[in-house]
DNA sequence: CGGATTATTGAGTAATATCAATCAGCGTGG
DNA sequence: CCACGCTGATTGATATTACTCAATAATCCG
């Protein structure tokens, strides 16, 4: 089994920073099935209402899930960078509400539930690593609604960049200081509750105070910490570890 | 082993809703050990960043997570009914980003972790139940982000009335055309992420419309497919079977 | 009854959405 | 290399929605 698909080694990579995994979990991770498959900007690889038998795991790319409303607009509920299994949750509940779309050209692993449920199985400890993986995801969304509900649009979108980039960062893909966005201002908006509009003229805001610079798809953040603040952004629910004690750097609560 | 406490009854009552346990497992949940602990209105459980090392089961009363901002406004995340866990994520998470508290005077059971991750290691299937009831938690948070995110004031509150009271009748606790809501309007306006002033006049128009009509906490629904309609309301995001294929009555994507 | 929440109302303000152009970047075909 | 057509970014003007502040009425609770 040597030289196993980079997104499933990515994969590997994201469990054990919130896991401990022992050789032959490990293995068991790298061995998993599954079929590639190569996907073009904007494309659907799920829809809402769907029942999958495998879950998504990313390759390469940025992809997206999203709940879309009867007006035609969208709410995207989760940005997922490579290493990310976007449905792990489908393996316990396949129909899902929601669909799954790519921001820009993508590679993407369907693993079968079967394979996933099997190492699940055999491995109790991968069962807990996958679990613990769904509850990072649920930790960010509950902070996306308490920033969708709770914030103006600028520190939401603040929020959002620096999210982003700490988990760009956290995958080794990237820095918090820099990193690439393959999100149009309209997906931000789709992402944080807001009108494509509302979210140019909010970024403009934030480059006239000198918190980000764009050029292109290239997101700067000259003075993170600046960013952060603003945003009101503590990146303790980021960190999922088994049993942590650890305080967050930026940011305090109440 | 007779005579199980009513909230563990109610637990696998919720669990057997999506999932299909055996005798022994059965068993093995009636047999959790606990702490019975009373709460009184308003009472925090748990703080933000708290690290726990049980999980806790509500008895009785509604319970609620909320996340807080800096300026000192909330945001609620889940509304908690009986039966529910409320943060069974913690087994494997156990530092949670958020606060839990209570709406009314409540009862809940402080279940060990140690406790729940015996007997997911015992039983892999129930295991897979723990995790599938946490997924619904987080499918229910996507809801509410697409909610708070893209939706007017007046269907945004209806949707969280159909929602609680779907939730409700399921747990046989009541019927989606009546049912006592412990929430007052700033914590509605908390949960959908509303001023209490605009939940107050958006309520009255509820009212005015025949959709919603209120006494005391009591809450009815004369025509609850109308108000269904009015908040957008599509319940399959609650009904998470482990193999369903189902469709939904009311409501339509897209 | 008295004090404390909670609900309701009104008036004024701020934030965000909407509508409709225009501008800029970028790939394509010729 | 350039004109064309597309998508996405930007701008301006206006309409709505929701928030704020401040007060009053209702209820609750002992």
């Keep these: ?55 998504t795991l990313v390759a390469h790319g940025h992809l997206g899930r999203f709940d879309l409303m009867r007006n035609g607009s969208k709410q995207i509920t989760a940005f997922y960078i490579p290493g990310d299994m976007c449905d792990l949750f489908s393996v316990v509940a396949p129909t899902v509400g929601w669909g799954i779309s790519a921001f820009g050209p993508a590679t993407v692993l369907q693993v079968p539930h079967a394979a996933l449920m099997a190492v699940a199985t055999e491995y109790p400890n991968l069962a807990f690593a996958f679990w613990r993986d769904t509850t990072l995801d649920a930790s960010i969304l ?94 303790a629910y980021l960190l999922h570890d088994e049993a942590t004690s650890g305080r967050e750097e930026a940011g305090r609560s109440a």
Aim: one cysteine or more.
């Design 1 to 55: 089994m040597q030289d196993a698909h980079i997104g499933l080694t990515l994969f590997l990579g994201r469990l054990k920073l919130n896991s401990t995994l022992s050789e032959a979990e490990q293995a068991a991770i790298l061995n998993l099935s599954f079929r590639e498959v190569q996907v073009a900007t904007k494309d659907d690889l799920i829809m809402p209402g769907e029942t999958v038998t495998y879950s």
């Design 142 to 235: 509950a902070k996306w609604a308490s920033n969708i509900g709770r914030k103006k649009a600028t520190p939401r979108i603040a929020h959002l960049l620096c999210e982003i980039g700490i988990r760009l960062e956290r995958a080794g893909l990237g820095s918090r200081q820099g990193f690439e966005l393959e999100l149009t201002q309209e997906q931000i908006g789709d992402a944080v509750g807001l009108t494509s509009v509302h979210v140019n003229r909010s970024m403009q805001a934030l480059r006239a105070d000198g918190l980000i610079v764009t050029k292109r798809q290239m997101m700067s953040i000259p003075d993170w910490n600046r960013l952060a603040e603003a945003a009101e952004f503590a990146p």
